[in-house]
């Protein structure tokens, strides 16, 4: 790592902690105030931030990203609009109780439970200018500074969107403005910087393709620093033999409106005994989508992530199962554990289905594209954790972005 790129990142780091009091101690009127105008901003310079956007899409092209890479950098007139609806949402949505009491204990003493930001939060992410947004946001809601990276195909619309919207309606609201930092290179190097300062940021959200985020968590790890890392993903779609062919054809084509997004519909297992019957519908349903299957003998893992394959999104794993038990094993074992869905009219089929898969999130008869912060919980995420320890789990939100402090005071205070 250059000397160079390891300064810049630091640099930001420091920034932010610096200005990250003027956050912590903001009132919650200033916070929705500042969100309030971002999502005003946001609306205001469309024209400079889809100039910006384009300039990077067209970069991009010529660069040769793939369909599914180019969709998620791009950032339309209606995209626009709805994170501008989004940051509104935010700006109303509750603030987190800052002191809760948990019991009365011996001696005419309370115990309180404090929720206290974490200080500096950085964020790594890809070719998602959008992000920039819904991080920088969930930060803000949760009084947390923040260092943001992004690639290099999307920094040109970050940065419009730091300096045209996020940073003027900081201060307008007048919060220090350097509270939320986008680091300003390009190199890949920096994403390793940014998880190699603990003391400085110790918390890191990564999102990105698998084998890149792992390595960075890793990375990450040895040096001290924790992360909420968001590397794999890919639904699963399990048809019933008590499954309905036109809610089916449905959910698989609900699932597949967008390839480059991580909760698409990406395996399909089918109940053996309702294969024949449900393969014409789910053949026209892919057919419409544009969509290959990939059928048996696979050449492939079974979970395999069309969505990180930029040559081959367009594609669904296609598996026959003998049953509900065969259907849970293979999502639970082989499949990253994002999301899997049953469809089924049977209620005792469905429960068990709940019952066995482990992941982080299960459906019945919906799509696991909801598996999303914005569609679930109404304001947007800052990634989805898949961990199976205790902590933050599936969408994770400014209500999960703070450390507990636990205060033992006098029970009349």
């Known amino acids: 790592m250059s000397d160079e790129v390891a300064k810049a990142v630091e640099e930001c780091a420091r920034a932010a902690k610096v200005a990250a009091p003027s956050l912590a101690t903001a009132s919650d009127e200033a916070i929705d105030a500042a969100l309030t105008a971002m999502a005003r901003l946001l609306l205001e310079n469309r024209d400079a931030v889809l100039e910006a956007n384009r300039a990077d899409v067209a970069k991009a092209r010529e660069d040769g990203m793939s369909a599914g890479l180019l969709d998620r950098l791009t950032i339309t007139a209606e995209r626009l609009t709805g994170m501008a609806e989004q940051l509104r949402l935010l700006a109303g949505a509750p603030h987190q109780e800052r002191s809760i009491t948990l019991s009365t204990l011996d001696g005419g003493l309370r115990l309180v439970e404090r929720r206290r930001p974490v200080g ?60 939320i930092q986008l680091v300003p290179r390009v190199e890949r190097e920096a994403a390793a ?39 794999d993903g890919g639904g699963v779609l399990y048809v019933d033999a008590a499954a309905n062919a036109e809610k089916v054809r449905s959910l698989v084509s609900g699932s597949l409106d967008r390839l480059g997004v991580c909760n698409r519909l990406n395996l399909l297992l089918i109940h053996a005994a309702a294969y024949d019957a449900m393969w014409p ?108 320890v205790p902590g933050p789990r599936g969408p994770v939100t400014y209500t999960d972005l703070y450390i507990r402090q636990y205060a033992v005071l006098p029970e009349d205070r």
């Not at 260092?147 to 220090?176: F, K, M, W, Y």
């Not at 003391?199 to 040895?222: D, F």
């Not at 299960?362 to 679930?376: S, Y």
Request: net charge negative.
């Open 193 to 231: 910087a940014l998880v190699q300062l603990p003391n400085l940021v110790p918390l890191v959200i990564l999102r990105g393709s698998g084998e890149s985020t792992r390595a960075l968590a890793t990375e990450a790890a040895t040096h001290g620093v924790r992360t909420l890392a968001h590397a």
């Open 281 to 388: 519908v789910i053949s026209e349903a892919l057919a419409e989508r544009h969509v290959t299957p990939s059928l048996p003998p696979h050449e492939h893992a079974i979970g395999y992530e069309w969505a990180l394959d930029s040559d081959h999104e367009a594609t669904v794993t296609v598996a026959p199962v003998e049953n509900l038990t065969d259907a849970v094993r293979i999502a639970n074992e082989q499949t990253s554990g994002l999301a899997a869905g049953i469809a089924t009219e049977n209620a005792a089929a469905a429960e068990a289905f709940f019952d066995g898969y482990t992941g982080t999130g299960v459906f019945w008869n919906a799509p696991t594209r909801l598996l999303d912060g914005f569609k679930l919980l109404a304001v947007p995420e800052t990634g989805i954790n898949l961990d199976k």
């Open 120 to 179: 500096v939060i950085g964020a790594n992410y890809e070719a998602r200018p959008n992000v920039t947004v819904d991080v920088a946001s969930q930060l803000v809601k949760s009084r947390n500074a923040g260092v943001l990276r992004t690639g290099s195909a999307a920094l040109g619309s970050a940065q419009r969107l730091l300096n045209a919207v996020i940073a003027p309606a900081l201060a307008e609201a007048g919060i220090d403005s350097d509270v």
